[in-house]
């Protein structure tokens, strides 16, 4: 038993350091310091230039881009870009349609699909949830009715992230409806160029655009983006929802994240002394120090687990997602103290680069308390915990 | 020791939340809000006319001779429409200020408020200011002719629409000494100050101020110049109470909406209000609520204590409990809406939005338990 | 509406704390302040002096003892015997069996039973719980068979508080087995020497004897001793428990503490300092005052709903009994923080009484575990608040 | 990196826990506290037996050759049973300042510990102390013979029936210096030594001592008099590491054994774990209890850095993690056992008390997250 990397896993991080300091440029990654959101031109050219080091897609099979890792690098390497930090690869199509296509698709799909989708020609999203069925996938309604070589698609998804980037939806889709839940379910890559495709920007309560509503009034889908079998969407999407969870406690973003506050808290006057002069803050600081520290080593802990066992998804994952959104949520309350009132003051327009983070504190705040609800809310998670972990 | 209304006060709540109910639906809000004063012209007008513009003026002067407990029925009434008017600004702080620091001719100005052809606004931050109500660092210098003010301030609520400004400057000594403020009465056109208008983010309307050897007369000082810092003190906690209040309205209606969700939103075919763990919290947050309003009494029945120093300790406690229960309740409300709680055409984020704020304005949570930790806390008898 | 007392009211707590000063013993009153538990003695003679001053059941009608005192008179009674503090009035006589002789119990048992009980010259107890029906009141099996003119009762009770000081006990048994959950329960009066009773003590985790088993082996009961109707004994108990409530917030009590915890800790030395130099101590100390003081006002609300409503249940008595129990779990732990490493000293033997509040820390700190789960756990609380007050 | 178990440390995790589980049921572990030392004798000299009183001393003087980690795991089986042997006392303290600071003579003392035929006790509180590990008032002065020492010590862990103790005594410097500390080895039966034995509130053995003159050659100080504070220091992080462990051994159990009682009583007609309520609670105390588990994994690891403040600050997190953590998992499982958990005789209580007091040990949670605040945190690098 030993907590320390080898030397070979260290050689591996400054490797990965050394490229990000090359390949990523200095504004955008002080930008994402303050808490901007990054353009959707950034995330292309960034995963383009992850790709072109061959990192785009490290956990697929080797032969569409993957690296061929161990567990322990993948760790090394999500936590060395969150702790940049830098933009993450997109991951609608690196964790989640790649690897299903990887898994269950056609050669042809895997030929036309997997290379575009890891230099992000295609950007993808996911088309799962649908009004009245955010958590409970299996009561979903949209139809995809077979017509020869085609599929006839109705429906209505939402709480689709970055829809208005996309070019591609991969969606459950209900192909047999004479079978009750998680029967008779499909999954379907459908281009969102397709006639009858209406979007609906859905602003959230930071007044950011990042999620929709998906319209699908009779789309035509061709027979051949049914990925795998008809009717086996749901252990597809089990299939995927189990790979999510990779990075999804986001430690190095947090750890970024409190060297961030204790920076700022340092520079921030409160009259005549500085915010981290504040002992209840330090302490309220610390304390949240101390819970990410003990998820970095559950994270490991998981990590490990997955080297031995091949991979295996972990029911400590839902864990991860639990903590891991707490304490990025009270990192983002922390945030908001230092700015205290003056974080009240929106400014977009501001020009002073350096005030950014307070102008982004509070919609930061607000953005966050998403954390604890989408890919399954906390409450689902623990329900998840409860039956598969303590057995009650 | 009675908690009952009196038909007077009765009144004046249900003409509030009368007006609201019928003229601030979410449609009629959003209208306000896009005007460039940020609210309703018309709801200013209405307000007037019930006569809640006055609630805290002496009858003689216009008002209806109310004091803090009927500020807080108005108040309550507006957090729970979220209502955009200045308010607090104009009748609580502004107001207040007349009141108590004004000479007869200043003070005659409250029949201007209490009509709604006068606005304020108290500039009560300043940009490197601890939060601290008499932490003042802009200057007012002696000239020949009156006084000349240097410095700003930020985050004033209301600062760009409002008709008239009240500037708190130091005129002596040290930064934080409740000694040597004087609180001078500017027309909000006046050569010098420049102000610089934005919607906050609860979507409400601040501006920052700039004064640059803005001149003012003798008579444009509330009392006299250097005593200001017992009236300012105490007008701002006139405020604590009146936010406490709003953050009332603003919870219960948050609560409401909460409960309403979890009664009709169906999940694995039955309503969610059926599984018990969020019963549970559906519970915690009525048990915040009650007791948030609690506090909120206290507040306004504290508000009135002549002691600085136990009116200060109770309204240290009422804002540092009303800012936990309104991150608490806020929090809650998003969480158990789901996806519905994160979008911005429905209003739970509204009120999530404006409750976070609202902990921030006058000291946070966090700045009021210190404070009040300082002072030795609420329970300081011998056993 | 106005939160100060009035004169009269005012005139009201002088005479009350007068009677404090002259009626109860100062070494007494030092050994409460520090979490002493009174000797049965202690008890019978407080409230002997209580009786004697015509104070030992203020809520009674007032043939039967009662005092006619309005809602905040019997409010600030409470207040001050918490806030000096003296011991409680016996809650089983004062609070519970004594209300439900006045209100169902035939003429004889009143005159019989009440007087004894308002001088405590009959120690009561409570026989609702058993083993597997704590908070599940209906589905008890104790039973009480009709032979003539008497009952037998066989059994077994549990939880029962200060029975090995008890001459009596009041109990809900099942009289007829053939109807279902709360039919066919009644109240019975028992007296403690009959034979077949069987009393085994339950040490609690602070060591302390407070509870015990009540086994009923065959007890003949004269069919007198029945309150009320048969069958109607779920209708009593719910009558008492919902006045049991009354100052179950235990305000008083917990602002003495706070008085109390911050005395000890400007006093008690750590290092060079002193607990109270402590900035994150002093702040959660203050935290629980300002939900205490909240708690204060809550209660009043209560108090002076029930004046107008001339004594109703209040649903909002769950909340002070949730808040309550909190608050004083909350300050038994700062209390045990003041005492730090030290208060695993135990030291029955200590001569040295000032520091009897030390070696009382740890065990009030178990013992006050047992506030969030007898008498209706919060749990149920909760459930009764989500149903009565919420409607879910 | 690498979390999996060698063939050693499986060998001595399964020695410890098949020992225990053989040996130490509930009627046994009364037996054993209520013997004149708290424990079982019978145990310690199976444990000798083992070899798992020589887990962290070098194999050239009788032991195991272990560190931290191994230590861990005896210390989590003993959690678990709720073991009463002076384990921490004499062989991760006492040993430890033997191995840290001691001369080859001394140090020879170890295979004595091993063996199991030496008990030892460390002094690390005094009445007065802050708990800081070099806060020490307890003063030796240098006679013609040697030393004489006055002072008096509280709470030693097994004091009472120890063969012999370790006095850190002050020869120099300022009360809470790190220099200036000399750790005498002494007798327990030295002339001055008074010694009051008693149960602590976890039904543990712990002892106050007053030495009143008691006299020391040279030959009894444990390495170069003065020079003793890092060593001390850095025992008592061991120390802090090894409870870590304990804690984590003992929540386990706890969480367990509430697990069961949901699932098996029953109320209302079903078993109460089916309450989603009570579901999401036993969740949280899992989530707690496994955050837990990597917190004494975190201390075990860095318990071996040889640099003081890095050292330090990881302890300090990882002891108020671990306090706070049992603090939850021993209220919920108290509660959620409801009345009986409330009880003497059932476990639950047991393990709850203990606990509590490991908390308390060496700082409690709030002690160490205060020390943690000032020394700067954990993320201490710059963006």
């Known amino acids: ?392 | 020791m009675d908690f009952s209304l009196s038909d007077e006060q009765r009144q004046i709540q249900e003409a509030t939340q009368r007006l609201l109910a019928d003229r601030y639906g979410s449609e009629a809000r959003a209208r306000y809000a896009a005007t460039p004063e940020g609210y309703g012209r018309e709801m200013w007008a209405a307000y007037a006319e019930q006569g809640l513009l006055g609630v805290p003026f002496a009858e003689s002067l216009g008002g209806l001779g109310g004091g803090p407990l009927e500020v807080m029925l108005v108040m309550e009434a507006f957090g729970r429409a979220l209502a955009l008017e200045p308010y607090l600004a104009t009748v609580v702080l502004g107001g207040g200020l007349l009141s108590r620091a004004g000479n007869e001719a200043q003070r005659a100005l409250l029949a201007r408020i209490a009509a709604g052809v006068l606005t304020l606004a108290v500039a009560t931050l300043e940009p490197d200011s601890s939060g601290a109500p008499c932490d003042v660092g802009t200057r007012a210098r002696r000239s020949e002719r009156g006084w000349v003010i240097d410095g700003a301030k930020t985050l004033v609520a209301h600062g760009g629409g409002a008709d008239r400004l009240i500037i708190p400057a130091r005129v002596g000594g040290e930064r934080t000494d409740t000694d040597g403020i004087a609180l001078f009465l500017l027309d909000a056109q006046a050569p010098g100050l420049s102000r610089h208008d934005y919607a906050t983010q609860d979507g409400l309307r601040a501006a920052d101020l700039v004064l640059n050897g803005v001149r003012a007369d003798d008579a444009d000082v509330l009392g006299p110049a250097g005593a200001g810092g017992a009236a300012l003190a105490r007008v701002i906690d006139e405020g604590i109470a009146a936010l406490c209040a709003e953050a009332v309205g603003a919870m219960s209606a948050l609560q409401e909406m909460t409960l309403e969700y979890l009664k009709t939103r169906q999940q694995f075919g039955v309503a969610i209000g059926q599984f018990q763990a969020l019963q549970h919290r559906a519970v915690e947050m009525f048990v915040v609520l009650e007791q948030a309003r609690s506090m909120a009494l206290y507040a306004a029945l504290s508000v009135s204590d002549d002691r600085p120093a136990e009116r200060r300790r109770a309204l240290c406690a009422a804002k540092a409990h009303i800012g936990r229960a309104a991150r608490h309740i806020g929090q809650e409300a998003i969480q158990l809406h789901g996806g519905l709680g994160m979008t911005l055409d429905y209003a739970a984020g509204r009120y999530f939005r404006r409750l976070t704020m609202i902990d921030l304005t006058f000291g946070s949570q966090h700045d009021h338990i210190s404070e009040l930790a300082k002072s030795g806390g609420l329970e300081q008898g011998s056993v």
């Open chain 1, 1 to 392: 038993m030993q907590l320390q990397f080898t030397p070979a896993e260290l050689a591996f991080r400054d490797q990965v350091r050394e490229f990000l300091g090359q390949a990523l440029p200095a504004a955008l990654r002080a930008r994402l310091t303050d808490g901007a959101i990054p353009a959707r031109e950034e995330i292309i050219a960034w995963q383009r230039a992850l790709n072109a080091r061959g990192w785009a897609v490290p956990h697929w099979p080797v032969q569409w881009g993957g690296t061929n890792w161990s567990a322990i690098e993948h760790h090394i390497f999500q936590d060395e870009l969150q702790q940049w930090p830098a933009p993450a690869t997109l991951p609608f199509n690196v964790d989640m349609v790649g690897p299903v296509i990887a898994a269950f698709g056609s050669e042809a799909q895997k030929r036309r699909f997997l290379p575009r989708a890891a230099n992000l020609d295609d950007w993808w999203c996911q088309g799962f949830s649908e009004p009245g069925a955010g958590s409970d996938l299996a009561s979903l309604r949209t139809t995809a009715t077979r017509l020869g070589d085609r599929y006839r698609v109705r429906g209505h998804k939402t709480w689709t992230t970055l829809a208005q980037h996309a070019d591609w939806i991969f969606c459950l889709v209900r192909t047999d409806p004479t079978v009750k839940k998680q029967q008779g379910i499909s999954f379907l890559l459908i281009d969102m160029r397709s006639k009858g495709i209406t979007l609906r920007p859905i602003l959230t309560i930071d007044g950011s655009h990042e999620i929709n509503e998906v319209l699908f009034d009779d789309v035509e889908v061709p027979a051949e983006n049914l990925v795998g079998e008809e009717g086996r969407g749901w252990d597809y999407a089990k299939y995927l929802l189990s790979r999510e969870r990779t990075g999804i406690a986001r430690v190095g973003s947090s750890k970024q994240l409190v060297r961030r506050i204790r920076q700022l808290a340092a520079s921030t006057r409160r009259g005549p002394r500085v915010v981290l002069d504040d002992v209840s803050f330090r302490e309220r600081l610390v304390l949240l120090e101390t819970e990410l520290k003990a998820l970095e080593i559950t994270q490991l802990r998981v990590v490990a687990a997955a080297q031995r066992s091949g991979g295996r998804a972990d029911p400590l994952a839902s864990l991860l997602k639990i903590r891991g959104s707490e304490i990025q949520q009270g990192l983002s309350e922390l945030l908001l103290e230092v700015g205290g009132a003056r974080a009240a003051r929106s400014a977009p327009e501001e020009s002073d680069s350096a005030m950014q983070w307070l102008a982004r504190a509070a919609p930061r705040y607000f953005n966050w308390r998403k954390l604890s609800i989408y890919g399954g809310s906390n409450e689902i998670q623990r329900n998840i915990i409860a039956k598969a972990v303590l057995g009650l």
